[in-house]
């Protein structure tokens, strides 16, 4: 989104350049207010939804442990009753 932002922001001043300085120094003003607004977002989303992550990656961690675990297990069951020959 703030490429976006960006991109407008700079089509704009190209499109308005000095024959509308007033424009141009709004749509600037306004792509850096809504890039900072937008990275404000995104921190607090990210320090609220990290700890959540971290979590669910715990939980995944421990629930392939406990599958490794049941597969070595029925592994090494069938191993000791499979005949060999």
Same mark, same amino acid.
């Not at 024959?19 to 120094?25: A, M």
């Not at 809504?34 to 607004?37: A, E, K, Q, Y």
């Given at each position: 989104m703030?490429?976006?932002l960006l991109?407008?922001?700079?089509v704009?001043? !190209?499109?308005?350049?000095l024959? @509308?300085?007033?424009?141009?120094?709004g749509?600037?003003?306004? *792509?850096?207010v809504?890039?900072?607004?937008l990275?404000?977002a995104?921190v607090?989303?990210?320090?609220?939804?990290?700890? !959540?992550?971290?979590?669910?990656a @715990?939980?995944?961690k421990?629930?392939d442990?406990?599958?490794v *675990?049941?597969?070595?297990?029925?592994f090494s069951?069938a191993?000791?009753e499979?005949?060999?020959?």
């Open positions: 703030q490429f976006v991109l407008v922001a700079i704009a001043g !190209l499109r308005f350049g024959q @509308h300085w007033g424009h141009t120094v749509a600037i003003g306004l *792509a850096i809504g890039i900072w607004i990275y404000r995104a607090a989303s990210a320090r609220y939804y990290g700890s !959540l992550l971290v979590s669910i @715990h939980l995944v421990r629930r442990c406990w599958t *675990a049941a597969l070595q297990t029925q069951e191993a000791r499979s005949p060999r020959g």
